[in-house]
Structure formats: structure tokens, C-alpha cells
């Protein structure tokens, strides 16, 4: 499990290298200044070329390129050009949101989807997986941000259930916290429950159907402990693939969410610095969405080396 862990680990650095210098090609190639962006409706061809100096963008690309590697090795990737705060310090406020509604997010899609997935694969034709299906197929093409406007309405504008505003830190109020996450992760999750569901409900008839199954039905086993000690464990495989892929999703459908739910993570400040011309934000904030994304993957990889050895490398 040690040489999965490790190999994952140095193809990730390469990946990280090649992503960060093509963000940091992107943001140098878009048309305008970030220094007209920072100095608004006052910027004149002098004061833009002076704060192009103090920021460091008149010089030449590789130039910049090869100091923002070294500073980022040593975990400094620079300062806004808005605030002059330190990138790391911006992300470092604004992550514990982002993981709460991931988090949250991410319970709902695995619940759900592997709730309606069960429902229909482990009889699969019948009148309860059409129903299954016909659910999955809704919450898939239905928008995220849509089901949370929707939900802000019903549940926190009409009855009143929940909070409009819906982010408390967990160490201000731990209630208040959950209270509020309620309802971003039944928005954010729904759609992920569809890609799970479907890869659940698939797994599971073609496991409820394999001949060992029989096997074990005539041997008097329990339906209860087919589904949930033989079948589910053998259809997890794709189900992790699966979860993988929804996470991924999720996590560009969470910035829409943020914006819904008025969310202060890192969705909503990478929207305002794209806008802004931001772009030390931004590349940071492009490298660690691809390092949570990696982190994600790792953990499913070892879940995958856990549950089918045969996935181990040799």
C-alpha cells in the first residue's frame, strides 16, 4: 500500500508543475493590465506603469515564472494585487467553508445515490427501479444552482427552517454551523447522487446476478446479507470510481453555490479575482483545487487497493 501511496504521489508532481505553468501562461497572455484592473476608472498610462513595476509584471515571463515556482516551493505564493494580503492567507480563511460544503455535499451524493442505486439494482427491471431511474435521471439534469434558489425560497425565505445566509464557523456556533449546511449540501449533492446511482444501480444487478449469488441464496443465506455483505462490497469498485468523477464536478458546481448561498469560500474570491484580474490569486487558487482534487484521488486509490488488491502496483 506504501508503493501506491508513493507512486501517486511523484505523478502528482508533474502534474502540478505542468497545470501551474499553464495557468501562469493563460493569466499572462489575457489582453489588458492587472494593474489598470487594481487602479480602476484613476489608471492613466503612468500610474499603470508604475504599479506594473511595483508589482513586478513588467518583467519578462520566465523571469516571473521561475521566481513564483521557487516561492511556491517554500509554500509563499505571493500577495494579491488588490489587497497586498498574502495568497495563502486569503485561501487559508476562506477553506474551512469550502470543505464544510464539500463535505456536506458529498454526504448527500453518496446517501442518495447509493440509496436509489440499491432500490433499483437489487431488482432490477421492476417498477421501483424505473421510479429509481426516473429520480436519478431528474436530479441529474436539474441545475445545482437552480435546486438552491429553489430551496432558499421554499425552506429559508417562506417557512423560515433555515438561515438565508447560511455559513456559521464551526467554532462559533457548532449547531449553527450544520444548521447552515443543510440546505447548500442537498443542492450541491443532488446532482452528484445521479452519476452514483447509476454506476451503483448497474454494479449491483450485474452482482445480484452472478452465479455465487445463487450459490449462496440456495445455501439459505439471507437476502439482507447478499446485498449488503457480498453484492455491495464487490460493487464498490466503480461506485469509488464513480465518486471520484462527482467530486471533481462537485467542486466546480460549488462556486455557483457559494454565490447562492453567500458562502465565503474559495468559489466566490476566485470569481472576484478572475474578474478582477487578480491573477496571483488566481493561479493559486487553480493549484489547490488541483491539489485537493489529487488528495481526492489518492484516498480512492487506496480505498481501491483496500477493497481489490489486485489494483495494488506489484
Same mark, same amino acid.
Given at each position: 500500500?506504501?508503493?501506491?501511496?508513493?507512486? $501517486?504521489?511523484?505523478l502528482a508532481v508533474p502534474q502540478l508543475l505542468l497545470l501551474s505553468f499553464f495557468v501562469f501562461l493563460l493569466t499572462y497572455m489575457v489582453p489588458g493590465s492587472p494593474a489598470a484592473a487594481v487602479l480602476g476608472e484613476a489608471a492613466t498610462p503612468e500610474s499603470i506603469a508604475r504599479v506594473e513595476t511595483q508589482l513586478g509584471l513588467d518583467r519578462?515571463?520566465?523571469? @516571473?515564472?521561475?521566481?513564483?515556482?521557487?516561492?511556491?516551493?517554500?509554500?509563499?505564493?505571493? *500577495?494579491?494585487?488588490?489587497?497586498?494580503?498574502? &495568497?495563502?492567507?486569503?485561501?487559508?480563511? /476562506?477553506?474551512?467553508?469550502?470543505?464544510?460544503?464539500?463535505?456536506?455535499?458529498?454526504?448527500?451524493?453518496?446517501?442518495?445515490? =447509493?440509496?436509489?442505486?440499491?432500490?433499483?439494482?437489487? +431488482?432490477?427491471?421492476?417498477? @421501483?427501479?424505473?421510479?429509481?431511474?426516473?429520480?436519478?435521471?431528474?436530479?441529474?439534469? &436539474?441545475?445545482?444552482?437552480?435546486?438552491?434558489?429553489?430551496?432558499?425560497?421554499?425552506?429559508?425565505?417562506?417557512? $423560515? #427552517?433555515?438561515?438565508? %445566509?447560511?455559513?456559521?464557523?464551526?467554532?462559533?456556533?457548532?449547531?449553527?454551523?450544520?444548521?447552515?449546511? %443543510?440546505?447548500?449540501?442537498?443542492?450541491?449533492?443532488?446532482?452528484?447522487?445521479?452519476?452514483?446511482? $447509476?454506476?451503483? $444501480?448497474?454494479?449491483?444487478?450485474?452482482?445480484?446476478?452472478? @452465479?455465487?449469488?445463487?450459490?449462496?441464496?440456495?445455501?439459505?443465506?439471507? /437476502? *439482507? !446479507? #447478499?446485498?449488503?455483505?457480498?453484492?455491495? !462490497? *464487490?460493487?464498490?469498485?466503480? %461506485?469509488?470510481?464513480?465518486?471520484?468523477?462527482?467530486?471533481?464536478? =462537485?467542486?466546480?458546481?460549488?462556486?455557483?453555490?457559494? +454565490?447562492?448561498?453567500?458562502?465565503?469560500?474559495?468559489?466566490?474570491? =476566485?470569481? @472576484?479575482?478572475?474578474?478582477? +484580474?487578480?491573477?496571483?490569486?488566481?493561479?493559486?487558487?487553480? #493549484? #489547490?483545487?488541483?491539489? =485537493?482534487?489529487?488528495?481526492? *484521488?489518492?484516498i480512492l486509490d487506496v480505498s481501491y487497493g483496500l477493497i481489490n488488491p489486485r489494483s495494488r502496483p506489484q
Amino acid at each position: 500500500m506504501l508503493k501506491l501511496i508513493l507512486s $501517486r504521489l511523484a505523478l502528482a508532481v508533474p502534474q502540478l508543475l505542468l497545470l501551474s505553468f499553464f495557468v501562469f501562461l493563460l493569466t499572462y497572455m489575457v489582453p489588458g493590465s492587472p494593474a489598470a484592473a487594481v487602479l480602476g476608472e484613476a489608471a492613466t498610462p503612468e500610474s499603470i506603469a508604475r504599479v506594473e513595476t511595483q508589482l513586478g509584471l513588467d518583467r519578462p515571463f520566465f523571469e @516571473r515564472l521561475t521566481e513564483w515556482y521557487v516561492g511556491a516551493f517554500q509554500g509563499d505564493f505571493g *500577495n494579491s494585487y488588490v489587497s497586498s494580503r498574502p &495568497v495563502s492567507e486569503l485561501f487559508l480563511e /476562506r477553506l474551512p467553508a469550502t470543505i464544510s460544503l464539500m463535505l456536506g455535499g458529498i454526504i448527500v451524493a453518496v446517501l442518495l445515490g =447509493m440509496a436509489l442505486g440499491l432500490i433499483g439494482g437489487t +431488482k432490477a427491471g421492476s417498477v @421501483r427501479d424505473r421510479i429509481a431511474t426516473a429520480i436519478s435521471s431528474f436530479s441529474m439534469s &436539474v441545475p445545482e444552482f437552480w435546486v438552491g434558489i429553489v430551496l432558499v425560497l421554499m425552506f429559508a425565505v417562506q417557512l $423560515r #427552517l433555515f438561515p438565508v %445566509v447560511s455559513y456559521v464557523p464551526f467554532d462559533v456556533d457548532p449547531f449553527g454551523w450544520v444548521r447552515g449546511l %443543510v440546505l447548500p449540501s442537498i443542492a450541491l449533492g443532488i446532482g452528484g447522487a445521479a452519476l452514483i446511482a $447509476r454506476q451503483t $444501480r448497474t454494479a449491483m444487478a450485474e452482482t445480484m446476478s452472478a @452465479r455465487y449469488i445463487d450459490s449462496l441464496t440456495a445455501a439459505g443465506v439471507s /437476502r *439482507n !446479507k #447478499l446485498i449488503f455483505g457480498y453484492g455491495l !462490497k *464487490n460493487a464498490m469498485v466503480p %461506485v469509488l470510481s464513480a465518486t471520484g468523477i462527482t467530486i471533481s464536478i =462537485m467542486l466546480g458546481a460549488s462556486f455557483a453555490i457559494e +454565490k447562492v448561498f453567500a458562502f465565503p469560500g474559495i468559489g466566490s474570491l =476566485m470569481l @472576484r479575482s478572475v474578474t478582477g +484580474k487578480d491573477f496571483a490569486v488566481v493561479q493559486g487558487g487553480v #493549484l #489547490l483545487i488541483a491539489v =485537493m482534487i489529487i488528495a481526492v *484521488n489518492l484516498i480512492l486509490d487506496v480505498s481501491y487497493g483496500l477493497i481489490n488488491p489486485r489494483s495494488r502496483p506489484q
